[in-house]
């Protein structure tokens, strides 16, 4: 069992440059979750997908954020023009898609600072 | 609007008992989470209530009740590795999205 992991765990850049982050799933987990916490907070929900299908998106969420998952399994997060507000750790999650308690199991996040 | 209160810090002393309070207010209700999340590490799940009572798990205990829009953790025979923020996670009906306290940073002092 190889859990969700996420890549890079760091990313430093400057003010303006897009990014990229990419989450690989629990392999049998239909669902996906995008999360962003920064120090002292509890995550902050960005988006979510069910396989292939976007079917979430915070209304927080500015137009520089993109998230895709093509074929349902792995994830990417891109953030454009990024700003130092964009800071933070960024924490992707999956869950199954049946089942009662539906827990969600995370990645160790990738940890973003925009100069 | 939908919000979730947790007390920011606690302290306890090994060996105690300590309990974690949550309130929410959200659009509809479909099941409340516990995390716990070790400094600089991912949160791992600890425990989920849909319905009121009391859930047990081991050392750690959860409990709710729908009708006041609260929840307890409550932490028994305290280590000192339980040290860590605890996160209260409500889910509410018609959405996907899981809304997160601000965690209850738990200091356990030997």
């Known amino acids: 069992d190889t859990g969700v992991s996420q890549d890079p765990r760091h990313k430093i850049t400057k003010r303006g440059q897009n990014v990229t982050f990419r989450c690989d799933p629990i392999?049998?987990?239909?669902?996906l979750y995008w999360y962003r916490q920064t120090l002292g907070q509890g995550p902050e929900f960005l988006t979510y997908?069910?396989?292939?299908?976007?079917?979430?998106k915070s209304r927080l969420l500015s137009d520089r954020f993109s998230a895709e998952r093509p074929k349902g399994s792995f994830s990417t997060l891109e953030i454009q023009r990024t700003e130092q507000g964009d800071s933070a750790m960024y924490l992707c999650?999956?869950?199954?898609?049946?089942?009662?308690?539906?827990?969600?199991?995370f990645g160790p996040g990738t940890r973003l600072t925009v100069l | 609007g939908q919000n979730i209160d947790q007390p920011t810090e606690m302290t306890a002393t090994e060996g105690a008992i300590v309990q974690i309070n949550c309130t929410y207010q959200?659009?509809?209700?479909?099941?409340l989470f516990w995390y716990q999340q070790h400094a600089g590490e991912a949160p791992t799940f600890l425990s989920y209530?849909?319905?009121?009572g009391l859930e047990e798990k081991g050392r750690f205990s959860s409990f709710l009740s729908r009708s006041k829009g609260y929840s307890y953790l409550l932490l028994k025979e305290l280590q000192m590795k339980d040290s860590a923020s605890y996160l209260c996670?409500?889910?509410?009906?018609?959405?996907?999205?899981?809304?997160f306290g601000t965690g209850t940073r738990l200091k356990v002092l030997a």
């Open positions: 999650a999956s869950s199954r898609l049946a089942g009662a308690v539906n827990e969600q199991f």
């Open positions: 392999s049998e987990h239909n669902r």
């Open positions: 997908f069910q396989n292939e299908a976007q079917l979430e």
């Open positions: 959200t659009s509809g209700f479909n099941g």
């Open positions: 209530n849909v319905l009121d």
């Open positions: 996670a409500v889910k509410s009906s018609g959405t996907y999205k899981y809304i």
